[in-house]
């Protein structure tokens, strides 16, 4: 004989926790005999009780599932008023032995009900947080039935609710399914307690189990017909999973909103667009905002400035500009942070004409009423000294105090850094007393800014003289400060105080980093000291450090000013074969090396491999091989590759210009430039005039406007 003991929770009349139990033997012959208990544990009944099926395996128990009506067994211990209260399916409590392992699996628990009294119980328990007393009937149950049962209540507080949800959660380490969280999630939707949504979304995200998405959107609608509710709580979960960095999972929710036909808020929408931004998946981005488009989400000002901006941070210019364009379509006026975007954009990323673009923008945003911020100013002064033309960056800087607007310390750091980085020290220290007198004061990336400056007028004491002026006031020096003075020493070939320097830096518990090895580098090759580099080069990789790209730079340049072309190609394949992809830098001293040499044929060799590999040949790449060329007597070859530099695009310098002056036309050769004279309609003999106007203009207006070129050119 095995026995299931079933429990079925009845109140009695007037006290709680008055319990019937019932004992079912059952037996291998197919019979079973039902015994009823009373609370005082006197027994009240012996009944037969037939079974409605015979089992599928003899001599094992099964659940027992079916209606069970006391009033026909002859039962009369309760009133009939009662007896509607019992339970019309009865759930497994516990086992009189343990069920066999492959049958474990069929056992399920079935649901308890209860009467109104129940109900009442329940509620002062959970509401008086009498969690002991609430335990003590909830042991002798499954924690998850009563929550079913709480859900089958009808008008139950769903504030009690949550509280027994959470409760069972940390009294019992119940892991909740995703059905019991839906249910609970639009219970708190119909009457609309959204932040407390949001709380247990929180908790459903975090858990450690991975969350199926079409599963929760299959519950959710099979739970609820409610489609506000759905709709709230869909858009909730997305927002929830973006907050907490589960960006793929928030996607995923995003593509399962569309499929499932939830609508989604357009809060809900940026906050995906603007983490997405965060990460730089612009292919997401533009994804989201097409959806959106499709979806009939109804945009605002900031779903633009984001998409705006993800795509001026990934050099999206024109289709930035496109979203502008579609931006007003819907009417909505671009505001100051849509032209801080496009600015920052162009300023960054706009390539050729990049400035003049950039301040064209300002011109329009004033033009239609937006009025510029400290923050357009801060790029475009920034923009503008990165671009040499610190001139620009002075007058925006004077025109910015002229609007009112405080310059704070980015700006003057910004401004001080262009002058030092010109050579322009003494104008910067005027700037760094007037931050004094309106009461900012330098911080590091100031005096860093001041250290390079002297360093590059090569005032080596007095940078020495404020780096120690800085750390005995107590200036926290980063790597930068170090870095810039080590690379001073090494450049000057005083490599003996560039070492003192890095030994002060382990001092001041500040890490070298391969940029500091990378300046001890370029100073030993600099000396000619090869040993000796190749022993830092070392002391690099035992302090777990990687050579980058510039330092391969260093060395292939190095190999080539000493004529070794062959093992600076050695060091080009080396590189390669780490994976670190060679830069302009790095095909431009190899096609130098080989023009230095005299072999311009091995120089148009590199430059072919440049392309193959990806990288376009610039400015400087045709200079050194029109220069090379023209060196080697080959003027024609040299002047071919004047007029394929023009065809590409591709904006003459200066040093252009002193290149066809002294190795073309001052040795009697009139260069024939088809491209530029197609591209600027202008006679040939006015090549050298566009070239020059050209190089001294800059090539932002080069590249924007041709007509000023031209009257400039005559």
Known sequence: MQSLLVALTVLDFCTYFNRYEILLDYFEDNTSSLWLFAPNNLLMQVVALPLPYRPLFPGFYMPIYYPLNLAKLGVTALPHSKLDALASMYRLC????????????????????????FQSQVSFLISNHKWSQLKSLTESSNPTDILHQLFLFKNFNSDLILSYFKWSQHAFQVTHSIENYVKLFILLANVRKYPKIRSLLDVFVKQGEPISVSMFCHTLLTLSDNSCACNVVFDMLILVCVNNGKLELALECFRRAGDYGFKLSVVSCNS?????????????????????????????????????????????????????????????????????????????????????????????????????????????????CKDDN???????????????????????????????????????????????????????????AFINGFSKKKRLKEARELFDDIVDKGVAVNVVTFNTLINAYCKTGQLEEALVLRNLMLEKMVSPNVSTYNCLIGGYYHVGEIEAANKILDELEEKGL??????????????????????????????????????????????????????????????????????RPNVVTYNILIKGFCRSGKLEEANKFLNEMLEKGLVPNRITYDIIKEEMMEKGFAPDIDGLSRRYHVQQFDVLGVIRNESELGPGLADADYSKVQVLAW
């Open 546 to 615: 990687k050579a980058d790209v510039v330092t391969y730079n260093i060395r292939i340049n190095a190999m080539c000013g000493r004529g070794e072309t062959r093992k600076a190609v050695r060091y080009l394949d080396e590189m390669c074969r780490k994976g670190l992809s060679p830069s302009h830098i790095t095909y431009n001293a190899l096609v130098d090396g080989y023009c230095q040499q005299g072999n311009p044929s091995a120089a148009l060799t590199v430059k072919k491999r440049m392309e193959k590999e990806g990288k």
């Open 390 to 448: 610190v001139a620009a960056s002075i007058r925006l800087f004077n025109e910015m105090k002229e609007q009112g607007l405080r310059a704070g310390a980015i700006t003057y750091n910004s401004l001080i850094n262009g002058l030092c980085s010109d050579g322009k020290v003494d104008e910067a220290l005027g700037l760094r007393d007037e931050m004094l007198e309106i009461g900012l004061e330098p911080n590091i990336v100031t005096y860093n």
């Open 94 to 117: 516990r086992f009189s032995l343990p069920p066999p392992p492959l049958l474990h699996g069929l056992f399920m628990c079935c649901h308890f009900v209860s009467g109104p009294d």
């Open 272 to 384: 995906l667009l603007s983490a997405l931004v965060r990460e730089g998946r612009i292919g997401n981005v533009e994804f989201v905002y097409k959806e959106m488009i499709r979806r009939r989400v109804e945009f605002n000002l900031i779903t633009f400035n984001t998409v705006i901006n993800g795509l001026c941070k990934a050099g999206r210019l024109n289709k930035a500009g496109d979203i502008v364009e579609d931006m007003k379509g819907y009417g909505i006026v671009p505001s100051v942070v849509t032209y801080n975007a496009l600015i920052d954009g162009y300023c960054k990323r706009g390539g050729p004409g990049r400035m003049y673009k950039a301040d064209a923008l300002l011109k329009e945003m004033v033009e239609s009423g937006v009025f510029p911020n400290v923050i357009t100013y801060n790029v475009l002064i920034d923009g503008f």
